[in-house]
C-alpha cells in the first residue's frame, strides 16, 4: 500500500473503504492481489450494469482489436461509430419512438451534463438553469453548481458556482417544489430569471435513492412545456437499465428535450458518455464543445453488442425486476425487523437500498459486509443509505449469496446496538 499512499492525492476515497489491492474481476466478482475474492455490490458506482469482463463483450472487443480497428478517431467517422449509432436506434430508441440525435461529448458523465447544459442555455438564450436539492450531477464548475451536495461543493471556491435556482424535490421536507416553481414562473415579482432548462435525475443516486414519481415527473413536463423550459434528465447513474427499464424516465411516459448518459453506455466499463437532444436542439457549430476523446471506438464496439445482446427482448428487463423483487423483499424483512435502526427502502429496480436511521449505522454495516467479502457503498445527505448496486447480469444464487452477507452483518449490528441499549 506504501505506493499509494506515497504516491496518490488524498482526493481518493473508494479506496478509503476498501484499502485491499484489486487485480482482477470477473462478473460479479473482485479478486485481490493476494486471492481475496469480494462480491461487488457497487459495481463502478453503475459503470458495470453487465459486470466485469463481460465474456461476450470482451470477445468483441479483442476481435475489433486484433484487426487494428481505430481506437482513437476524435470525432471522424468509423465502422465502430456507425455500428453503435445503429444499435442504438435499432434496439433503443425506435422501440420506445425517440426520435433524438446523439452527440459524442468527453467520455464523462460531468463533460455530459456540461455540454446540456451549454446547449439549453445557447437555444434558449438564457443562463438560468433550475436543478433540485440533493441532485448530483459531477464535479466540474457547471455540473457541480447544479448538484446539491455540500461535501462536493465545497471543493470549489466561494462564489464560483453560480447560474443555478435550486428548488425541492418530490418529498423534500413536506414542500411542493413544482407548485412553487409554478407560482413563482408566474409572479413577475417572484425574482426568478426565467430558465433556459430543468436539470434532474428522476431517482437520486448519490442523493440517497430518492425516487420522483410517474405524477410527479408529468406535472413537471408539463409546467416545462408551457413555459418553454427545456427539460434534461440526467440518466448517467439511472440509465442503462439500473431502475429496470433502460431509461429511467420510461415509465412516466415523458419525453425530455435531453438526455445524458454515461457509466454504463459503454459497456464494458470503457469511458464514454453522450447527449441525447431532440433534433431541433441541434444548433450547435462544429467544433463548439470539443474534446479529444470523444471517439472511443473500443467503447463503441462493446456499446453495441450490450444493446444487442441485452436490450433486443424484455428477458434481460424481466431479470432485473426478478432480482429487484428479492432485494426488496429482503430489506423489508430488516426494516419490519429492527424498526430502532432503519427507516425504509429506497429506489426502485436495482438501484436500490435501505434507509438507517443514521449514517454512522450505514457506515457500520458497510465495513461488516467488506470484513465478510463484499464490497457495498452509502449513499445521501448524511450517507445514511446502504446502496445495492451490484452488476444487473448478476445470478440469483450469486444474489442470494450477498444478501446473506447484509443480513448477517445487520444481524451482528443489531446485537451491538441492543447491547448498547440495554
Request: with cysteine.
Amino acid at each position: 500500500m506504501d505506493i499509494f499512499n506515497k504516491q496518490e492525492s488524498k482526493v481518493r476515497s473508494y479506496s478509503n473503504s476498501f484499502p485491499v489491492v484489486f487485480q482482477k474481476a470477473k462478473g460479479c466478482w473482485l479478486e485481490t492481489d493476494n486471492g481475496e475474492r469480494y462480491l461487488d455490490f457497487l459495481a463502478g458506482a453503475g459503470s458495470l450494469n453487465y459486470g466485469h469482463n463481460n465474456p461476450v463483450l470482451k470477445r468483441a472487443l479483442l476481435e475489433y482489436i486484433e484487426m487494428d480497428g481505430i481506437t482513437h478517431g476524435l470525432d471522424m467517422h468509423s465502422e465502430a461509430k456507425a455500428t453503435f449509432l445503429s444499435a442504438l436506434n435499432q434496439y433503443i430508441l425506435e422501440p420506445r419512438k425517440l426520435n433524438y440525435k446523439v452527440q459524442f461529448t468527453g467520455p464523462t458523465g460531468t463533460n455530459a451534463v456540461e455540454a446540456a447544459l451549454k446547449l439549453a442555455r445557447k437555444v434558449k438564450g438564457r443562463s438560468s438553469v433550475v436543478a433540485f436539492t440533493n441532485g448530483f450531477h459531477g464535479c466540474t464548475a457547471g455540473a457541480l453548481a447544479a448538484t446539491g451536495n455540500q461535501h462536493h461543493r465545497q471543493g470549489a471556491p466561494d462564489g464560483t458556482l453560480s447560474g443555478i435556482t435550486r428548488l425541492p424535490f418530490e418529498g423534500y421536507a413536506g414542500v411542493d417544489g413544482l407548485a412553487l416553481f409554478e407560482t413563482m414562473l408566474d409572479d413577475n415579482s417572484a425574482g426568478m430569471d426565467k430558465p433556459a432548462a430543468v436539470l434532474l435525475e428522476t431517482v437520486q443516486g448519490e442523493g440517497g435513492l430518492n425516487v420522483a414519481s410517474n405524477q410527479w415527473l408529468q406535472r413537471l413536463s408539463k409546467i416545462c412545456k408551457a413555459h418553454d423550459i427545456l427539460l434534461i434528465v440526467d440518466d448517467i447513474q439511472a440509465g442503462c437499465g439500473r431502475t429496470g427499464t433502460f431509461f429511467s424516465f420510461e415509465p412516466s411516459g415523458i419525453t425530455p428535450d435531453i438526455v445524458t448518459l454515461s457509466k454504463s453506455i459503454g459497456g464494458y466499463g470503457l469511458p464514454m458518455a453522450v447527449v441525447l437532444l431532440k433534433p431541433e436542439l441541434d444548433i450547435w457549430k462544429p467544433g463548439e464543445h470539443n474534446g479529444t476523446f470523444r471517439g472511443n471506438n473500443h467503447a463503441f464496439i462493446t456499446a453495441a453488442t450490450a444493446l444487442k445482446i441485452y436490450w433486443s427482448n424484455n428477458d434481460f428487463e424481466q431479470h432485473i425486476q426478478n432480482s429487484s423483487d428479492k432485494v426488496a423483499n429482503v430489506i423489508d424483512k430488516c426494516v419490519s425487523r429492527f424498526p430502532q435502526l432503519f427507516v425504509k427502502l429506497k429506489g426502485r429496480g436495482m438501484m436500490i437500498g435501505i434507509e438507517c436511521q443514521n449514517g454512522a449505522l450505514a457506515g457500520d454495516i458497510a465495513k461488516a459486509c467488506f470484513a465478510n467479502g463484499m464490497i457495498i457503498e452509502t449513499a445521501g445527505p448524511n450517507d445514511e443509505v446502504v446502496k445495492f448496486f451490484c452488476p444487473l447480469t448478476i445470478t440469483e444464487s450469486e444474489l442470494e449469496q450477498g444478501l446473506t452477507i447484509f443480513e448477517q452483518a445487520v444481524e451482528k449490528i443489531a446485537e451491538k446496538h441492543f447491547k448498547k441499549a440495554s
